[in-house]
T-cell receptor, first 112, second 113 residues
Framework: SQQGEEDPQALSIQEGENATMNCSYKTSINNLQWYRQNSGRGLVHLILIRSNEREKHSGRLRVTLDTSKKSSSLLITASRAADTASYFCATPRKGGADGLTFGKGTHLIIQP | KAGVTQTPRYLIKTRGQQVTLSCSPISGHRSVSWYQQTPGQGLQFLFEYFSETQRNKGNFPGRFSGRQFSNSRSEMNVSTLELGDSALYLC????????????FGQGTRLTVV
């Protein structure tokens, strides 16, 4: 079963705009990760946020984590055509180790 | 540092056959996980190996198996292939036992006809 559920399932915006994706999860976690996948290829790790962190930045990416609501958001600022991809949140299985559980992903399309 | 290498990239098999996929992790990484990705079910965890031991297995039938060698390379095997096994199979490695940043290979696209 899916641990994380991304929202929205698909998002289309104009280049230069900001894109926000949300992820909800069900069980307690010690970290949450975001990955990007381009057109059926391998996943690329974007950012990891630990349960004791509320916000983390990496370049144009900003991730927030609200453990009380069991939710996270990924914000991509000043979007570019190259950001077109599917974005997944992932949480550790069994609360801490041994592989990841992924949500169904948000498909982001950046219109030039 | 070389990334995670999966071979082959593409594979076409017939129902009933078996298949073996290979994954070479990043040098020094001892944890290897396998995932199946389909349009309907998304990314599903298959199993995770750490230092040649399977530490966790997802909810897949016994036709799906794997192993890890002493050099951390891993293989997964699917026997008695079914049409529904058509998927992108992804391997990921990490330097600790799961739950941390995972580095993915490009995947093996398996088509069962």
């Amino acid at each position: 079963s899916q641990q994380g559920e991304e929202d929205p399932q698909a998002l289309s915006i104009q280049e230069g705009e900001n894109a926000t994706m949300n992820c909800s999860y069900k069980t307690s976690i010690n970290n949450l990760q975001w990955y990007r996948q381009n057109s059926g290829r391998g996943l690329v790790h974007l950012i990891l946020i630990r349960s004791n962190e509320r916000e983390k930045h990496s370049g144009r990416l900003r991730v927030t984590l609200d453990t009380s609501k069991k939710s996270s958001s990924l914000l991509i600022t000043a979007s570019r055509a190259a950001d077109t991809a599917s974005y997944f949140c992932a949480t550790p299985r069994k609360g801490g180790a041994d592989g990841l559980t992924f949500g169904k992903g948000t498909h982001l399309i950046i219109q030039p | 540092k070389a990334g995670v290498t999966q071979t082959p990239r593409y594979l076409i098999k017939t129902r009933g056959q078996q298949v073996t996929l290979s994954c070479s992790p990043i040098s020094g990484h001892r944890s290897v996980s396998w995932y199946q990705q389909t349009p309907g079910q998304g990314l599903q965890f298959l199993f995770e190996y750490f230092s040649e031991t399977q530490r966790n297995k997802g909810n897949f039938p016994g036709r799906f198996s794997g192993r890890q060698f002493s050099n951390s390379r891993s293989e997964m095997n699917v026997s008695t292939l079914e049409l529904g096994d058509s998927a992108l199979y992804l391997c990921a490695s990490s330097d600790l036992q799961g739950g941390t940043e995972a580095f993915f290979g490009q995947g093996t696209r398996l088509t069962v006809v």
